[in-house]
C-alpha cells in the first residue's frame, strides 16, 4: 500500500443502545472478546502501519456502558461523544449520527479532518488491508465516500425473481443465458466507510455522490443482525482465526477481559 502523507483522519466507531435483532449485541463478547473491540483492533493495526496519519478515535452512543466499554479498549485512545436524544431513536440514519462526530470533533479540538472513516461495530471479520484499501482508494480517487462490498451471490439480471401481476419475472429483465453474461453485482456490506467531510455535510447517502467501492472477501454473513448470524459468524470466525493470518493478527492483539 502506499503512503498517505499529512493527512488527518477521523475513525468513528457508532452504536446504539439496544438491539432489536440480537439484544445489546453491541456489548456482547464475539469468540470470547468484545465485538467492539474488533473495530478497534483494526483501527490499531493500521495506525501501526502508518505512524504518518495524525488521527482521532471516536466513539458515539446513547449508552454509557458502551461508551465506557470502547474506551476501555487497552489498545488506543478512543474519544467519547455522548449522542444527542434526537440522534438516538430507530429512525435515524447513521450519516447524521457520523455527520455529528465530525461536527464535534472539530469544534472540540479546533481543527478539520481530510477524512471521515467510519467502522461498523457489526462486522468483526474485516482484516487491516481492508481498511488500507479504503483508505487508499478514497484519497488516490476523491471519491465523495468509497465504502465495502463482496461479490453477490446471486444476480437481478440472472437469478433473482420479482413478483408482478402475472407471475413472477426477473428483477430486471434481460436475455442472459449464463450468468457471466450479466454485469458484475456486489452486496453492500456496511464494514467500512471512507467520507470526504464536506460531501459527508450535506446528508446525503452513500449512493447520491461519487462512490467508490472495495472489495471485501465474501464470508457469507458480513453483518450481525440476528441470533443466528451470531452464531455462524462465530464458527466462521473461528475457522478463519486459525487459518488465515490477517483475521487471526486482528482477533489476538485485543486484550482478554481479564487482561
Known sequence: MGMVIDMRILFTICGRAGSKGIKNKNLRQFCGKYLAHYTVSTINLYLKRHLEIQYDIVVNSDSHELLNLVSDNGLREVSQIVRDENLAGDSIGKIAVINDCLSR???????????????????????????????????????????????????????????????????????????????????????????????????????????????????????????????????????????????????????????
Open 105 to 259: 470533533m472539530e469544534e472540540r479540538h479546533g481543527l478539520r479532518y481530510d477524512m471521515v472513516v467510519d467502522l461498523d461495530i457489526t462486522s468483526p471479520l474485516r482484516t487491516v488491508e481492508d481498511l488500507e484499501k479504503v483508505i487508499e482508494t478514497q484519497t488516490e480517487t476523491g471519491a465523495d465516500v468509497t465504502t465495502t462490498v463482496a461479490a453477490a451471490r446471486r444476480n437481478p439480471y440472472f437469478n433473482q425473481v420479482k413478483k408482478t401481476e402475472h407471475g413472477y419475472k426477473k428483477v430486471i429483465e434481460s436475455n442472459f443465458t449464463v450468468r457471466q453474461q450479466a454485469p458484475e453485482i456486489f452486496d453492500m456490506n456496511a464494514s467500512i466507510y471512507a467520507y470526504r467531510p464536506k460531501f459527508l455535510a450535506t446528508g446525503k447517502g452513500v449512493l447520491e455522490g461519487y462512490c467508490e467501492v472495495v472489495e471485501m472477501y465474501d464470508t457469507g454473513v458480513l453483518d450481525l443482525d440476528h441470533e443466528n448470524d451470531f452464531e455462524l459468524m462465530e464458527v466462521l470466525a473461528g475457522y478463519l482465526f486459525k487459518t488465515r493470518d490477517e483475521f487471526r493478527e486482528v482477533y489476538e492483539q485485543i486484550p482478554n477481559e481479564a487482561d
